[in-house]
C-alpha cells in the first residue's frame, strides 16, 4: 500500500490557532469572567448606596436600577437624627467601643494563650487543646442559656459587660491561627533569648509578638467585622435604646406595624459600612500576608 505524503506547507504561513488558545481571547474572557463575578457580588452593596439616595417614592418603584432618577440626599439627616430622641451618633458611639474593645481583648487574649500551646510545655496541654478545638464546634446558641443566667444572678444585664467579659480567654479560632503562624518562628531565637536572660513573659513579649503582626492584625481585623456587624447577643442582653448597637438600631428603625422610612434606613445601612471598609482598606496587606502564613510550620 503506497504511502501519500501529506502536501506541503506553503513557506510563511503559520498554523491557525484556535481563538480559545491564543493568549489575548484567553486574558480577555478571564478578565470579563472575574468582571462579572465581581459586579453579582457588589451589586447588593451598590444598588444599597443607590437607594440610600433615592426618594421614599421610588425606591420600590425602581428598584432594580442602581442610581436614582432624582438625588434625595435627604435621607442621610433624616437617618442620622435616629429614633426617641437618640441619634445615631450614640449608636455608632457604642458600636465602636465594643468593637474596639472588644477586640483588643480578644486578641490580646488569643495571642498569650496560642504562645502557651505553642512554646510553653505543661502537664494536660494536648487535652486542654484538643478541648479548646472542640469549642468550634459548640454553636453559640448553645451557650447564651447558660450564659444568660450567669450574667442575670450577677446582676449584669442591660450592660456591656456581658459581652466583653467571655472574650477575655480568646476566641479558639485566632488561638489556632496564631499557633500555626507561632510555629513557623525558629525555637532558636527563644533558646538565643533564654541564654541572655529572658524568661517565657520576656521571650513573648520581645521575641515572639513583634514577629506576629501580619497575624495579630489578621485577627483584628476579623474580630473587628464579627464583632461590628454582632446582632443576636446584645440583642439579649441590652434593653435601653442608649446602648444599642448599630444593627440593633437598624433592626429597631424598621416599624412593620406603620410606616418605615426605608430610605433612611438604607442611608444608615451605608454608612455602618464606611468603618470595616476603611480598615480593609488600610490593612489589606496585612490580612494577605497574614492569611498566606499562617498555615506555614517552621
Known amino acids: 500500500m503506497a504511502v501519500v505524503d501529506p502536501p506541503a506547507r506553503s513557506a510563511g504561513t503559520r498554523p491557525s490557532i484556535p481563538w480559545h488558545r491564543q ?24 444598588w444599597l448606596v443607590g437607594s440610600s439616595f ?40 457604642n458600636s465602636l467601643f465594643y468593637a474596639t474593645l472588644g477586640t483588643l481583648l480578644s486578641v490580646s487574649a488569643s495571642a498569650a494563650v496560642a504562645y502557651g500551646f505553642a512554646r510553653v510545655r505543661f502537664r494536660g496541654r494536648r487535652l486542654w487543646f484538643a478541648i479548646m478545638l472542640l469549642t468550634l464546634m459548640l454553636p453559640t446558641q448553645v451557650q447564651i442559656i447558660p ?13 456591656f459587660y456581658p459581652l466583653l467579659l467571655p472574650r477575655i480567654g480568646g476566641s479558639a479560632f485566632f488561638i489556632f491561627m496564631i499557633i500555626q503562624f507561632i510555629r513557623s518562628i ?20 520581645r521575641v515572639i509578638l513583634p514577629q506576629l503582626t501580619p497575624a495579630i492584625i489578621t485577627a483584628a481585623i476579623f474580630s473587628f467585622y464579627w464583632t461590628w456587624d454582632e446582632f443576636l447577643v446584645p440583642l439579649i442582653y441590652l434593653n435601653s435604646p442608649e446602648l444599642y448597637l448599630v444593627s440593633l438600631a437598624l433592626r429597631t428603625f424598621s416599624d412593620p406595624s406603620g410606616q418605615t422610612d426605608w430610605g433612611a434606613i438604607f442611608a444608615m445601612s451605608a454608612l455602618s459600612l464606611l468603618p470595616v471598609f476603611v480598615i480593609f482598606i488600610a490593612f ?5 500576608e497574614g492569611i498566606s502564613t499562617t498555615g506555614l510550620k517552621g
Open 23 to 46: 493568549p489575548a481571547a484567553r486574558s480577555l474572557f478571564y478578565h470579563g469572567l472575574v468582571a462579572l463575578a465581581a459586579l453579582i457580588m457588589l451589586y447588593p452593596i451598590l
Open 54 to 93: 433615592k426618594p421614599p417614592d421610588e425606591i420600590w418603584t425602581n428598584q432594580t436600577a442602581i442610581l436614582p432618577i432624582e438625588p434625595y440626599p435627604q435621607n442621610y439627616p433624616n437617618g442620622w437624627a435616629g429614633f426617641g430622641g437618640i441619634s445615631f451618633a450614640t449608636f455608632y458611639r
Open 147 to 159: 450564659q444568660y443566667i450567669v450574667f442575670k444572678q450577677l446582676g449584669w444585664l442591660n450592660t
Open 186 to 205: 525558629p525555637v532558636d531565637l527563644d533558646e538565643a533569648a533564654m541564654i541572655d536572660g529572658a524568661n517565657k513573659i520576656g521571650i513573648f513579649l
Open 284 to 288: 489589606q496587606r496585612y490580612l494577605v
